[in-house]
C-alpha cells in the first residue's frame, strides 16, 4: 500500500508554507484545487470536510528565514532527537517549538541539500479508523528529487524512522513506515524535476486536472511537465513554489 496520509511515525498529515503575495496566492490555490462537480477542496483550502491539511501563511518577518517551499510535517518518535540528527548529519534546525517543560513538540529541519521539512510527535488517530476511502483532500503522496539517492535516503531513514526500499531499475527509492507501507520516494532528477529546486513536493490530488492545469496557466503560474497520458502534473505557482496535481482516483 503506498500512502503519505497516516498517522503514525513516517506519516505526514499537513503541510504549510508563509509566501508573499498572500491574497493572490490564496486565490490562485482556491481556483486551481477546486475543480470539479464535487471539489475535493474547499476555496479556505481545508478539504471537503473541513479539515486543514495545507497551510497558506503571510510571509511575515518571523518567517523570512524558512525557506520559500511546501514544508510536510513528518511525524516522528522523539521530534528532539529528530532535530539533533539533522544537524549531526549536516542539516540545519530553523525552528524549535518546546513546551513549558522544555519538551520538544515541533520543529522545521533543513536537509543537507535543502529541502524544508517539519517534523511533529506522532498524532492519535480519533477517527476508529474510518474516513481513508472517502473521496477527500489530502496529501496523496510524496516525493523528492535527489543528486545521491543512496545518502538521502540514508538520512531520512535516520531522522524519520524510515526504511529505503531498495532502488528499482528507474533509480527511485521507496521509503516506507515501520509497519511496511509506503510513505514516500525519492529519486534522481529526471524530465519532470528539470529546474526544480529540492523539494519535497507534496502531491495533491484534484477533481479535474485539466481544469486545474488551465487555473495554473491563467493565474500566472506554470506547468513544469506533465506526465505522459495525463493523471499527474507539477506546477509552478505565482511566487515560484512547486508542487504536483493528479487526478483523483
Known amino acids: 500500500m503506498r500512502s503519505s496520509f497516516f498517522h503514525g511515525v513516517g506519516g505526514v498529515l499537513s503541510a504549510d508554507i508563509a509566501v508573499p503575495e498572500h491574497a493572490r496566492e490564496l486565490a490562485f490555490y482556491a481556483r486551481v484545487l477546486t475543480t470539479g462537480q464535487t471539489p475535493l477542496w474547499l476555496e479556505d483550502l481545508s478539504n471537503n470536510k473541513g479539515t486543514p491539511i495545507i497551510g497558506l501563511g503571510e510571509r511575515i518577518p518571523e518567517y523570512e528565514a524558512l525557506p520559500l517551499q511546501w514544508m510536510p510535517h513528518f511525524q516522528v518518535a522523539d521530534v528532539g532527537a529528530s532535530a539533533a540528527r539533522t544537524v549531526e548529519l549536516g542539516g540545519q534546525e530553523l525552528m524549535h517549538g518546546k513546551d513549558d517543560a522544555g519538551q520538544s513538540q515541533w520543529a522545521v529541519l533543513v536537509d543537507p541539500a ?3 521539512f517539519g517534523v511533529i510527535a506522532v498524532v492519535p488517530d480519533d477517527s476508529g479508523g474510518a474516513g481513508q476511502a472517502e473521496r477527500v483532500g489530502r496529501i496523496v503522496w510524496l516525493s523528492l528529487a ?3 539517492v543512496a545518502t ?12 529505503a526500499a531498495g532502488a ?5 527509492c521507496e521509503m516506507r513506515s515501520p509497519d511496511g507501507a509506503g510513505a514516500a520516494e525519492i529519486g534522481p532528477s529526471h524530465d519532470g524535476s528539470e529546474g526544480v529546486p529540492p523539494v519535497w513536493m507534496i502531491h495533491l490530488p484534484v477533481g479535474d486536472l485539466a481544469a486545474s492545469l488551465q487555473h495554473v496557466r491563467e493565474g500566472g503560474g506554470e506547468v513544469v511537465w ?4 495525463g493523471g499527474h502534473a507539477v506546477i509552478r505557482d505565482p511566487v515560484g513554489v512547486c508542487l504536483a496535481l493528479c487526478a483523483d482516483g
Open 226 to 229: 506533465e506526465a505522459p497520458g
Open 146 to 148: 535527489a543528486s545521491d
Open 152 to 163: 538521502t535516503g540514508a538520512f531520512y531513514e535516520r531522522v524519520i524512522g524510515w526504511t
Open 114 to 116: 535543502g529541502a524544508a
Open 168 to 172: 528499482g531499475d528507474d533509480g527511485v
